[in-house]
């Protein structure tokens, strides 16, 4: 079962940042917090992963706590083609194999 | 790079046929997985490989065999195929360099669609 929990749905108007909240109540100082995204039929996509500090990269930006225990995934300027399901996952890092397990997920709606 | 390649895109089977799924991937990887995912759920872990010549059992497993001869190739055998297995099936790979406080992402094959009828 996923260890993590999100809102199950959320909307956001085309062109405003979208931020997805995810509480990780349960993480080890070895997890890493990870986000994917799952846009219907396609494979899952990888945004961005961080240990402790925030992140950015050319998706999106990574926002966590000091006590780790949630984190915030900020798409700045939503598309349309930014509806998905959005995934938040603690993961081990080094020599686990990183078995990914999903929970529900967000459901990002991006409308015009 | 094309990533993580899977073949076929779509397929029938009759129940007892079996087919191989196939995957690839150009990134150089030592790690590899496949998954499937049910209609409305999550991902689950069939098998996944460390390395060329090294597979475990993920957590459902039955019913599937692969193998990893190559760092490139990891297939999915199907042997005798039953409905619980109509599924989308994922392919992933991802680096691990086994540093304790590393890790890198796993990347997503588009998936193959069976259904076993």
């Known amino acids: 079962d996923a260890k993590t929990t999100q809102p199950p749905s959320m909307d956001c108007a085309e062109g405003r940042a979208a931020n997805l909240p995810c509480n990780h109540s349960?993480?080890?100082?070895?997890?890493?917090v990870y986000w994917y995204r799952q846009i219907h039929s396609q494979g899952p996509q990888y945004i961005i992963h961080g240990l402790k500090n925030n992140e950015t990269n050319e998706m999106a930006s990574l926002i966590i706590t000091e006590d780790r225990k949630s984190s915030t995934l900020i798409l700045p300027h939503a598309t349309l083609r930014d509806t998905a399901v959005y995934y938040c996952?603690?993961?081990?890092?080094?020599?686990?194999?990183?078995?990914?397990?999903f929970g529900q997920g967000t459901i990002l709606t991006v409308h015009p | 790079n094309a990533g993580v390649t899977q073949t076929p895109k779509f397929r029938i089977l009759k129940i007892g046929q079996s087919m191989t799924l196939q995957c690839t991937q150009d990134m150089n990887h030592n790690y590899m997985y496949w998954y499937r995912q049910d209609p409305g759920m999550g991902l689950k872990l069939i098998y996944y490989s460390v390395g060329a010549g090294i597979t475990d059992k993920g957590e459902v497993p039955n019913g599937y065999n692969v193998s990893r001869s190559t760092t490139e190739d990891f297939p999915l055998r199907l042997e005798l195929a039953a409905p619980s297995q109509t599924s989308v099936y994922f392919c992933?790979?991802?680096?691990?360099?086994?540093?304790?406080?590393?890790?890198?992402?796993?990347?997503f094959g588009d998936g193959t669609r069976l259904s076993i009828l």
């Open positions: 992933a790979s991802s680096y691990s360099n086994r540093n304790r406080y590393s890790n890198q992402p796993q990347h």
């Open positions: 996952i603690d993961l081990a890092g080094g020599t686990s194999y990183g078995k990914l397990t």
């Open positions: 349960t993480i080890s100082g070895n997890e890493y």
